[in-house]
């Protein structure tokens, strides 16, 4: 029996209470931060830089030697002999090996072979056989669609898997009738699509789905629990860390696709009349947090693949602890001011806020939220049957999910590692509903509500007819048909859109034309704060990971400094707009999937853009004062000269 303390706080929490309606958000209240930061970024790059770029530093004597050894390193390579049929045997599209020996040709042999390497790996530029009018066209065709994607509620209720697959089929259609008129060059979709992370989001679906279905209260629903908390900012704050940590272990992708649907329960049991800010807590933390490691995001594996010098785990960390703490600790204090009002229900301003925070205290909204959480709780414990603890079923999760990590943690392939799991968690579902779980019963009840006997059934003769054997249900026909095949049709049309838009040439003509006299210097202060902005808009109009294969093409002896940057601004700039990276998609889908339909491109816009500015230069700046990597090419010998 629950206590009438409890019964009565439940009551009055729950009872409608008459507010004034509410205000609306003005104009400058929602867009005044994003445009303040706009208007600091170009006041920033103009001080450093000057209106027309006259400020630019002239290249020093280590930046002209470190050029000049790079062109007589490509001309050498050029002028090498080499076999072809051995490289046929060794595998062109094989990752090149490091470190070889003098009789394997050392140095110069491996730089040749990741010439190769890279000539078959990053985009190759064919934007010399378009015409004007091809180049225009297909941009004209992207960015029309980049603007649907960006705001599909605009135009027809088709949804986004809808508009990037008719935007990617679209994209063949013209692209053969420009062949055949002779303005453009044969379109290869089919190159352009990268599997990987098809089979990794699908791997993860399958896991998570399974995860979730196996078992009533086992390991994902306490993993739900662990999330929970009456406190809105602490529930937020819980979902930040979580994510932050989660994606630095796993990949950003992989924890968003999990908890994506647990966020929304969380604020459907609470009753949230805005989800918003906790679907931007993972989100944007999830995208954060995956800058710590070079295994937290497909541009980071991506970069330590293609980098001419060797980065490794510990390096890749180091550089990146300070950087991205600073970025998560402004993401999460601009969050808790942005939505102050939802998650600080009651609170008159941002000093009362900090009160909260740092001393506990509390408004009688939140003590009410509070009250009424725990009365739930009292509730729902005397309802539900004793717990006897972690079940075999959760056990065999635990030791699953654990070898999971390990295998992401040790470098192993992601996509077979997560298609694995989700296998073998389909085979133990199958073998758990035929073998463990009890059959359903077929029972017809009469108007009073007893059991009726099984009617039996005769044939012509008057024989008895045997009922037919119980049909089995398969995982084809219940399981597998809950993956989201319309997130991967979404990211199918994306990836045939983007490498078609990559082939007109237009992002490294850009590219090119931004950074004018910094290309040469591009993380040399002063010009990194321009480069971090323009690797910021290209990430969102052309994607990050066609943006460092465009990089690693461009600037095949990159430092690992170099590419400490990039990855840092290529990740953070994933926050800015919800098509600056797949995390954001996935939230998006996710939570629209269930329902909940509030975090589109103009509700994120406000908060991302202030919050990834002001992040990105944060960490630009501690990254350029504090790092571990070096400015110069181990293997080009430039660090000898210093």
Not at 137 to 153: D, G
Not at 515 to 540: H, K, R
């Amino acid at each position: 029996m629950s206590s009438p303390l409890y019964k009565d706080v439940e009551s009055n929490a729950a009872a409608p209470v008459s507010k004034p309606a509410a205000k609306k958000t003005s104009f400058l209240r929602k867009w005044g931060p994003a445009l303040a930061a706009i208007a600091g970024v170009i006041a920033v790059n103009v001080a450093l830089l000057g209106p027309n770029g006259g400020k630019i530093p002239a290249l020093n004597e280590r930046q002209l030697n470190a050029q000049s050894r790079r062109l007589e390193r490509t001309q050498a390579v050029l002028d090498m002999e080499w076999d072809h049929e051995a490289d046929l045997k060794r595998g062109l599209h094989k990752e090149v090996g490091r470190h070889l020996t003098e009789e394997e040709g050392g140095v110069m042999e491996y730089t040749r072979r990741r010439h190769r390497y890279l000539g078959e790996y990053v985009h190759v530029d064919v934007s010399d056989q378009f015409s004007v009018f091809g180049k225009v066209l297909i941009s004209l065709i992207y960015f029309a669609f980049w603007v649907f994607l960006m705001f599909p509620n605009w135009f027809l209720p088709i949804g986004r898997p809808g508009i990037a697959l008719g935007g990617g089929l679209s994209m063949v259609v013209v692209r053969y009738i420009l062949l055949l008129i002779g303005h453009g060059p044969v379109f290869d979709a089919a190159k352009v699509i990268i599997l990987e992370p098809l089979f990794l989001l699908f791997g993860l679906m399958l896991t998570t789905i399974y995860l979730e279905k196996m078992e009533r209260g086992g390991l994902f629903d306490k993993l739900r629990d662990s999330l929970d908390d009456p406190v809105n900012w602490k529930r937020s704050a819980k979902i930040m860390a979580m994510s932050t940590i989660g994606s630095a272990a796993v990949m950003n992708d992989s924890v968003v696709l999990i908890f994506s649907g647990v966020v929304v329960d969380l604020c459907v049991r609470h009753k949230v009349a805005n989800s918003l800010p906790y679907l931007l807590s993972l989100a944007t933390t999830a995208n954060t947090g995956s800058a710590f490691t070079m295994t937290g995001n497909p541009q980071n594996i991506l970069i330590v693949s293609l980098a001419y010098d060797d980065i490794s785990w510990t390096e890749f960390l180091s550089n990146m602890v300070l950087p991205v703490t600073a970025a998560s600790v402004i993401n999460a204090t601009m969050l808790f001011c942005y939505y102050s009002s939802e998650l600080f229900p009651g609170s008159s301003g941002i000093m009362e806020c900090l009160g909260i925070v740092f001393s506990g205290n509390r408004t009688p909204e939140m003590l009410a939220q509070e009250h009424a959480y725990h009365a739930r709780n009292v509730q729902s414990i005397q309802a539900e049957e004793p717990s006897t603890g972690w079940s075999v079923w959760s056990k065999i999760q635990i030791v699953l999910v654990t070898i999971f990590l390990v295998c992401f943690a040790v470098g192993l392939d992601v996509c077979v590692t997560s298609i694995c799991a989700g296998a073998i968690l389909m085979v133990l579902a199958a073998w758990k509903r035929q073998h463990y779980d009890p059959r359903p019963e077929i029972v017809d009840y009469d108007a009073e509500g007893n059991a009726l006997p099984p009617k039996k059934m005769y044939d012509m003769d008057g024989n008895e007819i045997e009922p037919e054997e119980e049909e089995l249900v398969t995982e084809s026909e219940t399981t597998l048909t809950e993956v989201d095949y319309g997130l991967l049709m979404l990211f199918i049309g994306q990836f045939i859109l983007i490498g078609s838009f990559d082939d007109t040439g237009v992002p490294q003509a850009f590219f090119n034309l931004a950074m004018g006299g910094c290309a040469e210097q591009m993380t040399a202060v002063p010009c990194v704060y321009w480069f971090v902005l323009v690797i910021t808009i290209l990430s969102n109009v052309a994607s990050n990971v066609p943006v460092v294969q465009m990089l690693a093409a461009t600037f095949p002896y990159a430092t690992p400094y170099d590419w400490m940057q990039v990855s840092f601004s290529a990740t953070i700039a994933g926050n800015l707009t919800m098509l600056g990276s797949a995390a954001n998609m996935i939230v998006a889908f996710q939570a629209a999937k269930v329902g909940d339909r509030t975090f589109t491109s103009e509700r994120h816009a406000p908060f991302g853009i202030p919050s990834t500015i002001i992040s990105l230069y944060a960490g630009t700046a501690l990254l350029s004062l504090v790092h571990f990597s070096p400015e110069c090419s181990v293997k080009l010998g430039e660090c000898d000269e210093e």
